[in-house]
């Protein structure tokens, strides 16, 4: 009798075991450069929350914000290998890894935001998603980042010619290094998280970015010229390791995704509220913005298209995004 109690005694916690390994949560873990509180953070912290109560619990995400991880080029390495699972990045730094990521990183090719909304919610979104799987990532989602302008601390810029000379800060992408060359201004590439200090200490004049980057980075505290040339519209990525994403459930891996696409709707409503919320705030210090004339900043573009866009898969890939109404 002794044997036969110890053994069920046994089972039961054995059973007990199993089932709280089987309801055990899995933590996720995302980066991203930008502070708590930024509309790309906010995001992934609302897809986190759709997970969690999805799967009953059984997913968490942690949202490593203010590149607690590293900055981008670091992170991406990351989620690639697996040390992370997930993370919010810029589509830029991908250009080198992913020869369709090139397309919407390249200069006045949306026409506008919902222009950039209508081509990467399509089959021309879902045709650079299935890319980057060959790199060992899956994309979740598409962010926005709004338009890029540049600012410097130098002067106002009003034409292609007030670009003459001058040292911008650009994303680790030789798409960006070129088209600073082509505007006759010089590129360097550099981490986000030195671009205040660099342009303070005169390492560079400016750097080119969003409102709210140029808010929430205090960049326009040493760079008080901005110039609303709004050279791209460069989308954001969500992206998951693909090792990971491939050991869920088919029935996870479809919640995952639509728990990605119902943040989105999320994210552009918080990013539309911030880009407002920014500008009023950079104007009232101070900041002096500036609209030059684009069609010298579009016609100076040739060379980098010329560059850029010799692959023919590339080249149907702009001539669809240009044909999407």
Same mark, same amino acid.
């Given at each position: 009798?002794?044997?036969?109690?110890?053994?069920?005694?046994?089972?039961?916690?054995?059973?007990?075991?199993?089932?709280?390994?089987?309801?055990?949560?899995?933590?996720?873990?995302?980066?991203?450069?930008?502070?708590?509180?930024? *509309?790309?953070?906010?995001?992934?912290? /609302?897809?986190?929350?759709?997970?969690?109560?999805?799967?009953?619990?059984? /997913?968490?995400?942690?949202? /490593?914000?203010?590149?607690?991880?590293?900055?981008?080029? !670091?992170?991406?390495?990351?989620?690639?290998?697996?040390?992370?699972?997930?993370?919010?990045?810029?589509?830029? *730094?991908?250009?080198?890894?992913?020869?369709?990521?090139?397309?919407?990183?390249?200069?006045?090719?949306?026409?506008?935001?919902?222009?950039?909304?209508?081509?990467? !919610?399509?089959?021309?979104?879902?045709?650079?998603?299935?890319?980057?799987?060959?790199?060992?990532?899956?994309?979740?989602?598409?962010?926005?980042?709004?338009?890029?302008?540049?600012?410097?601390?130098?002067?106002? %810029?009003?034409?292609?010619?007030?670009?003459?000379?001058?040292?911008?800060?650009? %994303?680790?992408?030789?798409?960006?290094?070129?088209?600073?060359?082509?505007?006759?201004?010089?590129?360097?590439?550099?981490?986000?998280?030195?671009? /205040?200090?660099?342009?303070?200490?005169?390492?560079?004049?400016?750097?080119?970015?969003?409102?709210?980057?140029?808010?929430?980075?205090?960049?326009?505290?040493?760079?008080?010229?901005?110039?609303?040339?709004?050279?791209?519209?460069?989308?954001?990525?969500?992206?998951?390791?693909?090792?990971?994403?491939?050991?869920?459930?088919?029935?996870?891996?479809?919640?995952?995704?639509?728990?990605?696409?119902?943040?989105?709707?999320?994210?552009?409503?918080?990013?539309?509220?911030?880009?407002?919320?920014?500008?009023?705030?950079?104007?009232?210090?101070?900041?002096?913005?500036?609209?030059?004339?684009?069609?010298?900043? %579009? !016609?100076?573009?040739? *060379?980098?298209?010329?560059?850029?866009?010799?692959?023919?898969?590339?080249?149907?890939?702009?001539?669809?995004?240009?044909?999407?109404?």
């Amino acid at each position: 009798m002794k044997i036969l109690a110890k053994l069920a005694a046994g089972l039961l916690v054995a059973a007990s075991f199993m089932a709280g390994a089987a309801n055990a949560q899995t933590v996720l873990r995302s980066s991203d450069t930008h502070p708590d509180g930024y *509309p790309t953070v906010e995001a992934v912290k /609302y897809f986190g929350e759709l997970v969690k109560e999805r799967t009953g619990g059984r /997913y968490a995400v942690e949202v /490593y914000h203010s590149a607690q991880l590293g900055e981008e080029k !670091d992170t991406i390495e990351q989620v690639r290998s697996g040390v992370i699972e997930l993370n919010r990045v810029s589509m830029a *730094p991908f250009n080198g890894t992913v020869k369709e990521s090139i397309v919407p990183a390249l200069p006045y090719l949306f026409r506008s935001e919902d222009h950039m909304h209508k081509v990467m !919610d399509g089959a021309i979104g879902d045709q650079i998603k299935k890319a980057f799987e060959g790199a060992g990532l899956v994309v979740l989602a598409y962010y926005d980042a709004g338009s890029r302008s540049f600012y410097n601390k130098q002067k106002p %810029i009003t034409s292609v010619a007030d670009m003459k000379g001058l040292k911008f800060r650009v %994303i680790q992408s030789d798409i960006f290094v070129d088209m600073v060359a082509a505007l006759g201004a010089n590129a360097t590439p550099m981490p986000y998280g030195e671009v /205040y200090s660099a342009i303070e200490t005169g390492v560079i004049d400016g750097a080119e970015n969003n409102f709210p980057s140029y808010d929430t980075a205090k960049h326009f505290e040493v760079a008080k010229n901005y110039s609303l040339d709004e050279h791209t519209i460069l989308p954001e990525v969500f992206v998951m390791n693909k090792a990971a994403f491939d050991k869920l459930t088919p029935e996870d891996q479809e919640l995952f995704r639509q728990a990605a696409k119902d943040s989105v709707a999320k994210q552009r409503e918080l990013w539309t509220a911030k880009v407002n919320e920014s500008r009023a705030k950079v104007e009232a210090a101070g900041a002096k913005i500036t609209t030059p004339e684009k069609q010298g900043f %579009i !016609d100076a573009m040739k *060379p980098v298209y010329e560059k850029h866009v010799t692959d023919p898969v590339l080249k149907k890939m702009v001539e669809d995004v240009r044909a999407v109404q």
